[in-house]
């Protein structure tokens, strides 16, 4: 259905007013034509009839007034025109000599009644008057000429002929004209209607496709049909359709990657408008601040992040311009987390949502990082001076007794072997955990039996264990049993295994190392019967530095460098490693080591 105020309406509207508008024009310009056109005809149709019937009575001029009246009642009656004439003879005084209509002996004087076409016919002139005949009650039209005998005026000859006779001929005129206009507005709706549906129904399905368009088809086609312009404008406007398609798959593929990037990115990231709204935030900004993406664009940032120390940053970096960047302190979840937040404006012209950025780092881990490099540039000194004050001690007490008390030299003496050997522990420990936390050490893959670790192990650790009287049981199975590793580490790992469970183990304790297949993967479980490791401290076991108290292991001689276990975790991650822990106080603790590349 074709809407009121639709263009097809206007089309048919100002079509039809401008057909109309030139029918009455040419009607009007036609009707006055023909009007004066029929007017001359009638005008000369009379003074033609005036002239027949002055030559008639020219002829009858000598006969008698009888004679005279009755040619006019007969060239009357038989009314050539059939106008309803009226024919009247006068004599050069005025006399009515003959009338086609009324009486001529009755009838008034016609020179003294000052009938002005009389007058001038009987002067020479042919007259014309139009005026109201009292005989006939009506507006007649007077043609008078003069009646000529003998070469002088004898008289007038007058010609009336009523005005609604031409009148009639108006009626009929404007009549035909308008039957004419009527027919005429019936072409011009019909012809509106075309040349209107001609224009409109291209334009209809141009608008069609727009709206398509806008719904989010960009496979509407405009079909390039009608008029020249109409079928230029389809073209151009496939022609937009095309470029617009590109450039909304420009633009969906670049929000596509930008979206992939902020979903992929590590850092959390927080867009807001020029009003301080959010316009959008990632996931990792989601996952570290707890908040829904959902919950949080559109809304102000104060709302949604209840952070005063975000807010003030926002604010200073909005009213400076300048990039802000603060570390904060967050809780979430019952967890402290260290926050690196950097604010930076969006210049101006690179995005009309985008005013400004909040991005959110976790540092949680460096800042852990860094505060156990702290801790542990703490330990390593305070675990140096303490060796060195009592090397130190031992050294100045040495000097004054060597001559006088040979029982303290020996004394001191062992103290300073013992302190010296923890010295060298150290730094040999330090040293194996440097090289082997900073990736140093280069993997060297190579079949190693488990019969050979088994038996380096008990090298390495038996006579130590006869001495401390603890039983040492290593075994491996199958015995045909081999892996594909780096046989550094895996002594390394082994060697700090076996070196802490005899440390921690008393007189008569045991300790088991057993090397199992279990598919690919190698298996080392290494075994204590010593006190365990409370369920606080296992956590930590595998820190530099941390040691259990010295009244565990029953001798407060018994103590390692604290680097042992670090130096298993650094190890096993670089071998690719799976390490566990299962322990009771009391009853000893298990290590359990899954190292991958194993072939039986």
């Known amino acids: 259905m074709v809407k009121r105020n639709s263009i097809f309406m206007k089309l048919l509207a100002g079509n039809l007013l401008l057909m109309m508008a030139i029918i009455v024009l040419g009607g009007l310009f036609s009707y006055r034509l023909l009007d004066e056109h029929l007017r001359h005809d009638e005008e000369l149709t009379q003074e033609h009839l005036a002239g027949i019937v002055q030559r008639c009575v020219e002829q009858a001029y000598a006969a008698d007034a009888n004679t005279i009246d009755a040619l006019c009642k007969t060239i009357a009656r038989q009314d050539l025109a059939g106008s309803q004439i009226r024919i009247t003879v006068l004599a050069y005084d005025g006399q009515v000599l003959g009338d086609s209509v009324s009486n001529a002996r009755t009838m008034e004087n016609h020179k003294t009644a000052s009938r002005p076409e009389v007058l001038a016919a009987l002067n020479g002139q042919t007259s014309r008057d139009v005026r109201y005949s009292d005989t006939l009650k009506t507006d007649l039209t007077y043609l008078a000429k003069p009646l000529t005998h003998n070469g002088r005026i004898v008289g007038a000859v007058r010609l009336a002929i009523p005005v609604k006779v031409a009148m009639q001929g108006e009626q009929f005129l404007r009549k035909a004209l308008a039957y004419s206009a009527l027919a005429g507005l019936g072409v011009a709706i019909v012809l509106g209607l075309l040349v209107s549906w001609i224009w409109y129904a291209p334009l209809k399905r141009i608008s069609i496709t727009a709206r398509q368009l806008t719904q989010g088809d960009l496979t509407a086609h405009a079909v390039p049909e009608g008029p020249g312009e109409l079928a230029d404008l389809a073209r151009a406007f496939n022609e937009m359709r095309s470029s617009l398609s590109s450039q909304i798959r420009a633009v969906a593929a670049e929000r596509e990657n930008l979206q992939t990037v902020l979903v992929t990115l590590g850092e959390g990231v927080v867009a807001l408008n020029a009003a301080g709204k959010i316009v959008l935030l990632n996931q990792p900004a989601s996952r570290l601040l707890n908040i829904l993406p959902a919950d949080a664009v559109g809304k102000d940032l104060p709302m949604v992040l209840r952070i005063p120390e975000v807010t003030s940053i926002h604010t200073q970096c909005v009213s400076t311009g300048l990039p802000v960047g603060r570390q904060i302190e967050i809780h979430r979840d019952g967890h ?18 985008i005013s400004s950025l909040l991005v959110f780092r976790d540092v949680t881990v460096l800042a852990r990082t860094s505060a156990v490099k702290a801790e542990f540039v703490a330990n390593a000194s305070h675990e140096l001076r303490t060796p060195l004050a009592t090397i130190r001690a031992a050294v100045d007490s040495l000097a004054s007794a060597i001559a006088d008390d040979p029982d303290s030299v020996n004394k001191l003496l062992g103290m300073l072997d013992r302190h010296v050997q923890r010295l060298e522990n150290m730094t040999k420990d330090l040293l194996d955990l440097h090289l082997v936390e900073s990736g140093k050490i280069r993997l060297t893959l190579e079949t190693i039996p488990l019969k050979s ?31 594909c590793s780096d046989r550094k580490l895996l002594e390394l790992i082994l060697r700090n295994l076996i070196d802490n469970a005899l440390k921690f183990t008393p007189t008569g304790g045991s300790v088991q190392c057993a090397m199992t297949m279990q598919g690919d993967r190698a298996v080392f479980r290494v075994s204590d019967t010593g006190c365990g490791i409370r369920p606080e401290d296992q956590p930590r076991v595998f820190e530099r530095f941390f040691q259990a108290d010295a009244s565990r292991t029953g001798d407060t001689r018994v103590r390692g460098t604290g680097l042992g276990l670090a130096i298993v975790r650094h190890s096993a991650e670089r071998l690719g490693a799976e390490i566990s822990l299962q322990s009771d106080v009391g009853k000893g603790a298990t290590f359990t080591v899954s190292v991958p590349g194993g072939n039986s």
């Open 336 to 353: 402290r987390r260290i926050v690196d937040v950097q604010a930076a404006m969006v210049p101006s012209g690179q995005s009309q949502e």
């Open 453 to 483: 670790l088994a038996q380096w192990c008990a090298s390495q650790f038996g006579p130590r264990a006869e001495e401390l009287k603890i039983s040492l049981d290593v075994s491996a199975s199958p015995e045909d049993a081999a892996l």
